[in-house]
């Protein structure tokens, strides 16, 4: 079975700083991950993805992930976090030989402070 | 990329009544899905929705409930029949254009009283 954890429901960081919001992930076989973010009263935006190939992926709006099979994680940076990066953060997951829906964690707030 | 409208984007109901929710896209895509966002929650895929057949619905989610039509390439609605206040939610459409990249649509925000 697939799932997806974000173990923090909330992160907060200062304007300037780096930022992570961490993700770790179970599938069966080789995983497809993506991160969406969610901006109030929007949609789901898609941010990155990571496939195949390189593990540190490189996104939108100046975000990164880096997959870690042995850690079975794919945390989202970015090194500089600004205040309209304030959003909730959606890590999703699809198993490779499985369906086609995505399994999404539960999201988790971030909060940049000015 | 796609983009995706839905209508309404929001709206309160009564108990028992029925809402339909349309979603449309700015292109052609085979497969088009309906997620759920309950209050404070993450998304829970209710089915998928393909073009000339009937929707493959997740475990939890029957088309009694949650009836779907997807009459051409751009274009799917959902209905939640009968609703309760639990069916207060955010329902999502999403389309796949290409491998591996979902789009989703703005949301219909759901109150049911």
């Known amino acids: 079975a697939q799932s997806v954890a974000q173990p923090e429901d909330q992160v907060n960081v200062a304007e300037g700083n780096p930022l992570t919001v961490k993700c770790t992930y179970s599938v069966s076989g080789n995983p497809y991950l993506f991160w969406y973010v969610q901006y109030p009263n929007r949609g789901l935006q898609f941010l990155l993805k990571y496939i195949t190939g390189d593990n540190l992926v490189k996104g939108s709006y100046g975000f990164e992930a880096e997959f870690n099979k042995s850690q079975t994680s794919f945390h989202l940076k970015k090194p500089s976090a600004l205040v309209s990066d304030s959003a909730l953060y959606f890590c999703a997951v699809r198993d490779r030989v499985g369906a086609n829906n995505l399994f999404f964690g539960t999201g988790t707030r971030l909060t940049v402070i000015p | 990329s796609a983009v995706i409208s839905q209508k309404p984007s929001r709206d309160i109901c009564q108990r028992g009544t029925s809402l339909t929710i349309q979603c449309q896209v700015d292109?052609?895509?085979?497969?088009m899905f309906w997620y759920r966002q309950q209050p404070g929650q993450s998304l829970t895929l209710i089915a998928t929705?393909?073009?000339?057949?009937?929707?493959?619905?997740e475990s939890g989610f029957v088309i009694d409930k949650f009836p779907i039509s997807r009459p051409n390439l751009t274009f799917s609605t959902l209905t939640v029949s009968n609703m309760s206040p639990e069916d207060s939610s955010i329902y999502l459409c999403?389309?796949?254009?290409?491998?591996?990249?979902?789009?989703f649509g703005p949301g219909t925000r759901l109150t049911v009283l």
């Open positions: 292109s052609q895509v085979t497969m």
């Open positions: 929705a393909n073009q000339g057949s009937e929707a493959t619905y």
């Open positions: 999403s389309v796949e254009p290409g491998r591996n990249e979902q789009f």
